[in-house]
C-alpha cells in the first residue's frame, strides 16, 4: 500500500492558487509591494511545478508579511509618535515623559544635548550592511534625526561621562533574542544601573521578548509590531493550511519533502529559519534568517530565491 499524501489540492484550490498569484502579481504592479522585480516573482513561482507544489506556494504567499520602505517608515513614525511616548508614561524616564521624540532627536548641537542617545544594535564585527544600520539611517534621512544623537553600543560609555542616561536600541527585527543577548553581554550592558535601556525593534517575535525579559529585567522591550507563534506558517494555530483537507503539520512534511527535492540542502535544525520560528515576514531590505529559506535560498542549483537576505 502506498502513503497517504500528506498534502493534497483541495476542490478549489486551482482557483484559490491563481487568486493568490494574481493578487500578488497585482501588489507589485501597483507599486504597492515596492522594490520587488515582477520577474524575479514570476521565476521564485517557476520552483513549483505539481499543482500541489503551486498550492503549497499560493499558501505561504497568503501568509507572507512584506514590509516595502514605506511602511518601513510608517513603523519608525509610530515608534517615535506612540511607542516611546506611551512607554514613558507608563514607566518615566530620568527625563520624565517625552510626547515629541521627533522634535528632541531633531535638535543641533546648539540647540542643547537632547539627554537621549539612539543605540544600533549592533556587534564591533557587525558589516556596514547590518539591519540596524538601515534603520538609523532611516531616522535620519526620513525623520531629520540628527547623526550626532545616533550611537554605537561602545560609545555609550562616553555617552554617560557626559550625563546622558535614556539609551534607545534600535534595530529592525527581534526574533529569538539570541544575536541581542549575545551583543548585550559582550558589551557588558547588563551591568548598567540607574539607566533608562530600552530595545525598540520595528517587529518583534514574543519568543525573543520572552528571553530578553528573562535574561535582563532593567532592559525595557517596546517593539512597534509584535508577532506571536500563530505567524508560525506551520504553528497549530497558522490559519493558512486551514482547506478542510490539510493541515499544518502535514504542511510542514510537504514543505520539507518539497525542500529535498529542489536541491536545497539545508540542516534539519535551519529549515524553519533560525529559531524554527517559521515565518513569512520580510523587508524590502532584508529578509531575516527566521523567515522560511524557501523564500530567501540562495544556493540550490536551478533553484530562484525569491527575496534577498
Given at each position: 500500500m502506498g502513503l497517504t499524501p500528506t498534502f493534497q489540492l483541495p476542490v478549489d484550490g486551482l482557483t484559490y492558487t491563481r487568486?493568490?498569484?494574481q493578487r500578488c502579481s497585482d501588489l507589485i504592479a501597483y507599486d504597492i509591494w515596492k522594490?520587488?522585480?515582477p520577474s524575479r516573482f514570476r521565476q521564485w513561482l517557476r520552483n513549483f511545478t505539481t499543482r500541489e507544489?503551486?498550492?503549497?506556494?499560493?499558501?505561504?504567499?497568503?501568509g507572507l508579511i512584506y514590509r516595502p520602505k514605506d511602511q518601513t517608515v510608517s513603523l519608525v513614525k509610530q515608534l517615535f509618535g506612540r511607542v516611546?511616548?506611551?512607554?514613558?508614561?507608563?514607566?518615566?524616564s530620568p527625563l520624565g515623559c517625552i510626547d515629541n521624540w521627533e522634535e528632541r532627536?531633531?535638535?543641533?548641537?546648539?540647540?542643547?544635548d537632547p539627554g537621549v542617545r539612539l543605540v544600533t544594535a549592533?556587534?564591533?564585527?557587525?558589516?556596514?550592511?547590518?539591519s540596524a544600520h538601515y534603520v538609523a539611517r532611516l531616522m535620519k534621512?526620513?525623520?531629520?534625526?540628527?547623526?550626532e544623537w545616533i550611537i554605537k553600543p561602545w560609545e555609550i560609555l562616553p555617552a554617560i561621562a557626559k550625563g546622558i542616561r535614556v539609551y534607545i536600541f534600535v534595530d529592525d527585527f527581534l526574533a529569538t533574542g539570541d544575536q541581542f543577548s549575545k551583543f548585550f553581554s559582550e558589551e557588558n550592558l547588563h551591568s548598567l544601573s540607574g539607566y533608562y535601556l530600552v530595545y525598540a525593534p520595528l517587529a518583534a517575535h514574543t519568543s525573543g521578548i520572552?528571553?530578553?525579559?528573562?535574561?535582563?529585567?532593567?532592559?525595557?522591550?517596546?517593539?512597534?509590531?509584535t508577532l506571536d507563534r500563530s505567524y508560525g506558517l506551520f504553528s497549530p494555530e497558522s490559519r493558512y493550511f486551514d482547506d478542510g483537507l490539510n493541515t499544518p503539520e502535514g504542511a510542514k512534511v510537504f514543505y520539507e519533502q518539497v525542500l529535498k527535492s529542489k536541491g536545497i540542502k539545508i540542516d534539519p535544525a535551519l529549515r524553519g529559519g533560525y529559531g524554527d520560528l517559521e515565518l513569512a515576514y520580510v523587508f524590502e531590505h532584508a529578509a531575516p534568517d527566521n523567515c522560511l529559506p524557501i523564500f530567501w535560498w540562495p544556493h540550490a542549483s536551478g533553484w530562484t530565491p525569491f527575496f534577498h537576505r
Open positions: 487568486e493568490i498569484f522594490d520587488l522585480d507544489e503551486r498550492y503549497f506556494a499560493a499558501c505561504i504567499l497568503d516611546l511616548p506611551d512607554l514613558t508614561r507608563l514607566d518615566a532627536l531633531r535638535r543641533s548641537p546648539d540647540e542643547g549592533v556587534r564591533r564585527v557587525d558589516p556596514p550592511t547590518k534621512r526620513e525623520h531629520s534625526v540628527r547623526e520572552e528571553l530578553l525579559s528573562r535574561s535582563f529585567p532593567a532592559l525595557r522591550v517596546a517593539p512597534v509590531e
